[in-house]
């Protein structure tokens, strides 16, 4: 690959024989030739240009739409401009996130749409953010009410050093981190990238992955298009409604590259239970990059066994590491070689210590997947505390090198110093050892919940719980605790608590309601603890409190907990036809609650994934009625069901 910047590659495409597939549904799909993209986004670059964007500035991208959302990001780079790309999402931390992240940039233009730019002014107004609102709002140009793209912009030819885009932090966090990417660090990591997976014009992409994220964005997208590959994104909302489309895609187009991150599988398989998929030939994939978290060895056999029916070669299995701060890609195993495990002593892990290996018949064995290689340009050391290099076999900080890896946070020095040596190794946070030349990521420094395939911070996750009554700083730790036989991190919340179960109930009710409302997240379990370990600094030993509860040690504190909550759950059933429906529905999307009518979905476990799944079979039998968000204003069967039955009502009128 000889272009230097990201504008050679999309003039250099230009004229390729190839176009972009954009999957809304089942059978709507719109098609846009390379050309087209290139011709889109100058147009579009003339409207941002129009409300004053010049080089260097930064652009935020706060859009779902697929469509859109590519057509702004080239626009934004055809201008000189860096495009920081922010998840929509459904809750308010979202929006929390936004504002801070305009805060952090001094002013940047925000590329969005009416509705959303509606409610991120009605959000600010609610938090006293009316200012920063403003600002962006001067700023806004909005995808939706674009329909002239016949005037292009005026383009500009950026220097390999000059910025690309910045990368934030997937999941919540209260310190946003911006992570740099030059148009070199780019063009590194997809050259190392393409001789690594062996792309060529030949293959077919096909993918499902969000494009706020570096594995959907960069992998599915920037890996595609420099490649000429021939590419299909459907919504990552569309899959979660319907993810047995995935499959269905993958036939019909002739997939040869998917991807997924383990709570995509998990996912799938939920949903496709013990049906049958009819005319699905499975057999052009080669490969299915599985990374973006943790890697469960069980639920890749339980997914690939699934799946071998439908011709899925079982070495198109193919799991990697990377993460943001190295663009994307570090290390990939060989293409077509079997993916391959091995079982760790999880007790001889420590740090500059030689990994111990586990037999299989261990119950200390800990399965991690191999995820290869590093790539071409990419140097990983394995390194002690003092970030010197240990020898294969030791198990230590993960540090990478290259052209690839950005030079920094976003104006964050101080991390900066921190993160990245002097001779330019970054800190990934992660555990890791090389056994036979092969990587295998064994834990995290950094304390990092990993949930559905993105990052939260426990101090955030706290932060958002302390907002129940009696809760303060230092009595609620977060944490991502894998039990024996689960396939990913569950969070798990420890509040101090020193009375009855019975007077816990409320508190861990509002807890699990405050988490969901405002991150979106499942809560798996509320652990009342008579003590939360500290260092003699005063620091939380999270790792202590997750050891405890992956040992049982906590086994009769819920057991009570669950006594109290069955005699105190005063279960009224459905009355009339439409509040029996809406019932019935959150019954199936939540399995084993014991649901009430009048039970709130957050205080009860509500994911966002869940209230995705809720509302599109309410949408189903009452099409346009229900809007995604008014779940959050109406949280029980009885008050959606009423508000429901006055929409209907008002339609039959």
């Not at 290996?357 to 340009?377: H, I, T, Y």
């Not at 950094?446 to 009595?475: R, T």
């Not at 370990?533 to 005063?538: A, I, V």
Request: aromatic content about 6%.
């Amino acid at each position: 690959m000889a272009h230097e910047t990201l504008i050679e590659i999309l003039e250099a495409n230009r004229d390729a024989d190839r176009s972009i597939h954009y999957l809304e549904g089942e059978h709507d799909e719109r098609v846009v030739p390379f050309g087209g993209l290139h011709d889109r986004a100058l147009g579009i670059l003339k409207h941002l240009q129009d409300v004053g964007a010049r080089r260097g500035d930064k652009m935020i991208i706060f859009l779902s739409h697929n469509q859109q959302f590519i057509e702004g990001f080239w626009a934004a780079l055809a201008g000189g401009i860096a495009p920081v790309p922010l998840a929509v999402g459904i809750s308010d931390e979202h929006r929390h996130k936004l504002l801070r992240i305009a805060k952090l940039l001094h002013g940047p233009l925000l590329y969005t749409d009416r509705k959303n730019l509606e409610r991120i002014g009605a959000f600010a107004a609610s938090v006293g953010e009316t200012a920063i609102y403003e600002t962006l709002k001067s700023r806004a140009v909005l995808a939706d009410e674009i329909v002239d793209f016949s005037q292009a912009g005026r383009a500009i030819r950026p220097d390999a050093g000059d910025t690309a885009f910045i990368q934030f932090s997937s999941g919540s966090t209260s310190d946003p981190k911006g992570v740099v990417l030059t148009h070199r660090n780019v063009i590194a990591n997809l050259r190392g990238a393409t001789a690594g997976a062996r792309f060529t014009a030949d293959d077919v992409g096909l993918s499902w992955m969000p494009l706020t994220h570096d594995m959907g964005l960069i992998g599915k997208h920037l890996f595609m298009f420099s490649n000429r590959i021939e590419n299909h994104l459907m919504p990552t909302e569309l899959f979660i409604r319907r993810p047995l489309l995935w499959p269905k895609f993958a036939s019909e187009k002739r997939a040869t590259i998917l991807s997924s991150p383990n709570f995509g599988y998990r996912h799938f398989l939920k949903v496709l239970g013990e049906r049958t998929l009819e005319d699905i030939d499975l057999s052009a994939v080669r490969l299915i990059f599985n990374g973006a978290e943790p890697i469960s060895v069980e639920l890749c056999n339980e997914f690939m066994d699934r799946m071998a029916p439908y011709g899925l070669p079982r070495n198109s299995m193919f799991p990697v590491y990377g993460l943001a701060e190295a663009t994307l890609a570090v290390s990939f195993p060989s293409p077509g070689s079997a993916y391959a495990a091995r079982r760790f002593d999880r007790h001889r892990l420590a740090v500059g210590s030689p990994a111990g290996l586990a037999g299989n018949d261990s119950g200390d064995a800990l399965a991690l997947m191999s995820v290869g290689r590093p790539l071409p340009g990419t140097e990983v050391r394995i390194a002690d505390e003092s970030r010197g290099a240990l020898p294969d076999g030791s198990v230590g900080h993960l540090l990478i090198r290259g052209d690839n890896v950005t030079r920094g946070y976003y104006e964050a020095p101080e991390i900066n110093a921190r993160t990245i040596t002097a001779d330019g190794w970054l800190d990934t946070g992660d555990l890791g050892v090389v056994v036979d030349g092969d990587l295998y990521v064994t834990g995290r420094a950094k304390e990092i919940i990993f949930v559905n395939g993105q990052n939260y911070f426990p101090h955030d996750l706290e932060a958002i719980a302390q907002q129940a009554a009696g809760l303060e700083l230092g009595k609620v730790v977060a944490a991502g605790c894998r039990p024996a036989g689960a396939e990913s991190d569950e969070l798990t919340i420890f509040v101090l608590h020193r009375g009855s179960a019975e007077e816990f109930l409320p508190v861990a009710a509002e807890v699990t309601r405050l988490v969901n409302e405002h991150a979106g997240l499942e809560v798996a379990h509320v652990v009342p603890v008579k003590r939360i370990p500290k260092t003699t600094s005063g620091k939380i030993q999270r790792v202590a409190l997750e050891n405890a509860f992956v040992a049982g040690e906590f086994a009769a504190e819920l057991q009570e907990l669950d006594r109290a909550r069955e005699a105190h759950h005063a279960q009224r059933g459905a009355t009339g036809t439409l509040e029996s429906r809406v019932k019935a529905i959150c019954d199936a999307a939540l399995p084993g609650k014991n649901l009430s009518v009048d039970d709130n979905l957050f205080e009860i476990g509500a994911s966002s994934l869940t209230l995705i799944q809720i509302h599109e079979e309410i949408d189903r039998e009452y099409p346009g009625l229900i809007d995604l968000t008014e779940l959050f204003d109406f949280p029980t069967v009885a008050a959606l069901a009423r508000h429901l039955e006055e929409k209907v009502g008002a339609q039959r009128a």
